[in-house]
């Protein structure tokens, strides 16, 4: 729960499944307003309708997939339209796929720097003038513990996630004095379809089952931190000492973590 949110607007891209779904009932039990975007619009009706009639709270959806920037330019110029004010954005939506370098295609790594990268700086784009005219506002990137701390098999997913933190490193130092807040979430691996396309070998959910995060707690701390000046959100704890070392010892963690890192 977070009382800050009561009766504001929140928008969240890739919100018709994992932590994006989950993040929805969270801000609407914290009695907020939901606008909820993502490709599935038939899933987006079930949990909208699903929000509505449980916590007696809008819940507005919109088809969008952030590849495609007209159709985000076409979706947020709606929503600007048709609200005066927006208080959170979160970039949500993004997706990974674990293999070498060597045999990721072309097209793969311009769909994963398109959604996972230029997607979510369009979103923000279209809200970052309106919260800064109001003075207020939240951005929250989803990022990633993989754009701390880069291993095998992810090389296009790390770099996309490194390009999220740069950017969202940069950002919040472009607003810090304008009231509008920039906040960074690291996790490590959750309990979600993300890894349905991510790692169709199975390999690497086998791997770290016992230690991935479920869905409802990353969510539940995300929006516990909405509207605050949160900096970063990263977990687990023992995954973001270990990006630590790495950046400190880079050399050393790599000999000694190899092992671990090739677990993909």
């Given at each position: 729960?977070?009382?800050?949110?009561?009766?504001?607007?929140?928008?969240?891209?890739?919100?018709?499944?994992?932590?994006?779904?989950?993040?929805?009932?969270?801000?609407?039990?914290?009695?907020?307003?939901?606008?909820?975007?993502?490709?599935?619009?038939?899933?987006?009706?079930?949990i909208a309708k699903a929000i509505e009639e449980r916590y007696n709270v809008r819940c507005h959806y919109y088809e969008l997939d952030v590849r495609h920037l007209g159709n985000v330019e076409q979706t947020f110029q709606h929503i600007l339209n048709e609200h005066d004010r927006i208080d959170v954005l979160v970039n949500n939506a993004g997706f990974g796929?674990?293999?070498?370098?060597?045999?990721?295609?072309?097209?793969?790594?311009?769909?994963?720097?398109?959604?996972?990268?230029?997607?979510?700086?369009?979103?923000?784009?279209?809200?970052?003038?309106?919260?800064?005219?109001?003075?207020?506002?939240?951005?929250?990137?989803?990022?990633?513990?993989?754009?701390?701390?880069?291993?095998?098999?992810?090389?296009?997913?790390?770099?996309?996630?490194?390009?999220?933190?740069?950017?969202?490193?940069?950002?919040?130092?472009?607003?810090?004095?304008?009231?509008?807040?920039?906040?960074?979430?690291?996790?490590?691996?959750?309990?979600?379809?993300?890894?349905?396309?991510?790692?169709?070998?199975?390999?690497?959910?086998?791997?770290?089952?016992?230690?991935?995060?479920?869905?409802?707690?990353?969510?539940?701390?995300?929006?516990?931190?909405?509207?605050?000046?949160?900096?970063?959100?990263?977990?687990?704890?023992?995954?973001?000492?270990?990006?630590?070392?790495?950046?400190?010892?880079?050399?050393?963690?790599?000999?000694?973590?190899?092992?671990?890192?090739?677990?993909?």
């Amino acid at each position: 729960m977070n009382p800050n949110l009561k009766d504001r607007l929140v928008i969240i891209t890739g919100a018709s499944s994992g932590i994006g779904e989950k993040m929805a009932y969270e801000v609407a039990k914290s009695g907020g307003h939901l606008i909820l975007l993502a490709r599935r619009k038939a899933r987006l009706a079930e949990i909208a309708k699903a929000i509505e009639e449980r916590y007696n709270v809008r819940c507005h959806y919109y088809e969008l997939d952030v590849r495609h920037l007209g159709n985000v330019e076409q979706t947020f110029q709606h929503i600007l339209n048709e609200h005066d004010r927006i208080d959170v954005l979160v970039n949500n939506a993004g997706f990974g796929l674990f293999r070498s370098f060597e045999e990721a295609s072309l097209d793969e790594m311009e769909a994963m720097f398109e959604v996972n990268v230029y997607g979510m700086m369009a979103c923000t784009k279209y809200v970052l003038q309106k919260m800064l005219n109001q003075q207020s506002g939240h951005i929250i990137n989803i990022a990633s513990q993989a754009g701390k701390m880069a291993t095998p098999k992810s090389s296009l997913y790390a770099a996309t996630k490194h390009a999220v933190l740069g950017f969202t490193n940069s950002l919040r130092l472009e607003v810090a004095d304008r009231s509008v807040f920039v906040t960074a979430v690291n996790p490590g691996p959750i309990q979600t379809e993300f890894f349905d396309v991510a790692d169709t070998s199975g390999q690497y959910v086998q791997n770290v089952q016992k230690w991935m995060l479920r869905a409802e707690d990353v969510a539940e701390k995300v929006v516990r931190i909405m509207l605050t000046n949160k900096r970063e959100l990263n977990f687990p704890w023992w995954m973001e000492t270990g990006s630590i070392v790495y950046r400190i010892m880079p050399n050393v963690f790599e000999r000694l973590a190899k092992k671990a890192f090739h677990k993909k």
